[in-house]
């Protein structure tokens, strides 16, 4: 991969670094003459911050394009059950730094594919970063970047021949019931359409039973609904594993 290219990671450095300057903070003062007591009390404290940050950075390793390419393998999987021939117009909902829309992109090469996303501060995203993804892996012609909200999709029903999504739906604020933003996104799916979307499915705070949503996505006119579940899709180890365990995929025709 181009070193220009910059897919950035799930996990933020925000996250990162408030973690390891909390443990900074809380070491530094042990390297003066204090209280042992006192002294004792910081390490204790530093080192109970020390391990989220260590938890952190493996997530983070493990997720990174460079290393363990955990991120690739989840929109390998999403494209892999599309089911989609690639003839027409796709969407990729929440695209973040463009992965999954630029991945679509290659891989169906007659396809237009439409990327949106609010790029909000909580991860390092952005418009431009997803265009100049798409130029350094030649697909810039065929990949449209927009910003917009999977709460309110700003397209016409049935627009897309296909919808993809990969763990977006959990992060929208402005919509409690996340069941309402598999809904928007199928909206703008033609009849006929393919999607495959991956999100924490298995969360039954968020979704309820997944059996009930299942039925529901089918009550609202869908015909063909499968679901798999991500850890016995791609092998990962148990850290990602746990870590992972209510994310699954939904996808089929409209
Ligand atoms: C974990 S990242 C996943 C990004 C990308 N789909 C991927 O697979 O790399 C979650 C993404 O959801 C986006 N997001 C959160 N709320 C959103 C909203 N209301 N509308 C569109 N995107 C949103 C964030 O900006 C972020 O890019």
New binding site residues.
Partial sequence: MSKSIN??N?VSRSIIYFFLGIFLLLLIPTLFPILSIIKIILWVLAGVWLLPFIYMMHLFYYFSVKNNAF?FK??DL?IQKLLWNGQGKAL??????G??AIQLAKKFPKSNIWG?????K??D?SKQQCEQNAKHEGVADQVIFQK????NLPFKEGEFDAIV????FH?????RDKRE?VNESLRVLKKGGRFSL?DTFLNKRRYGLIEDFIKQIKEWGIQQVNFVETVDEIPMPKVIKTELKTMALIYGIK
């Fill in positions: 897919y950035g799930w991120q989840t929109w999403v990729d909902v929440g695209t973040g730094s992965g999954l949106i996303d609010y790029w909000g909580t991860w995203y917009a909200s999977a709460s999504s990969n763990f977006v992060e929208v604020r402005d919509t933003l991956q």
